[in-house]
């Protein structure tokens, strides 16, 4: 059986930006191949958004590369209503939502480090 996971935006950035966590988020990473790895397509517009004024359109669309090796999933409505189930159970934000509604429909763990997710279960805080 496959393992997958999921790593939000916050875990990206921390990889590319060499973060205080990068070295657990490249752990992380390393220890999956990147079909393994189940991004919702809102993380690739977060990092290209975030990473584009700090390094640059090529930088941010080199990082938007690394994301299309894995298996992106679009936004369709189901997982749009499912996100908003998860936003009004757990208090979150649109994009935390549809990020977290990823990977519950993967059953695969979500690491991030952004504290609107802490201790909801399913998550591995970093």
Not at 48 to 54: A, D, E, S, T, V
Not at 64 to 89: F, G, M, N
């Amino acid at each position: 059986m496959i393992r997958l996971i999921c790593v939000d935006t916050y875990g990206w950035l921390e990889r590319i930006l060499e973060g205080p966590r990068a070295a657990e988020y490249n752990r992380v990473l390393s220890s999956v191949r990147p079909e393994e790895i189940v991004t919702s397509v809102v993380t690739v517009y977060e990092l290209y958004r975030k990473l584009r004024p700090i390094r640059g359109e090529a930088a941010a669309l080199e990082a938007v590369v690394h994301l299309k090796a894995t298996h992106l999933v679009p936004v369709d409505d189901q997982l749009a209503l499912e996100a908003a189930d998860y936003s009004l159970a757990h208090s979150l934000h649109f994009s935390d939502a549809l990020v977290f509604a990823t990977a519950r429909r993967f059953e695969a763990p979500l690491h991030t480090s952004d504290p609107d997710l802490k201790n909801i279960p399913g998550v591995v805080f970093h």
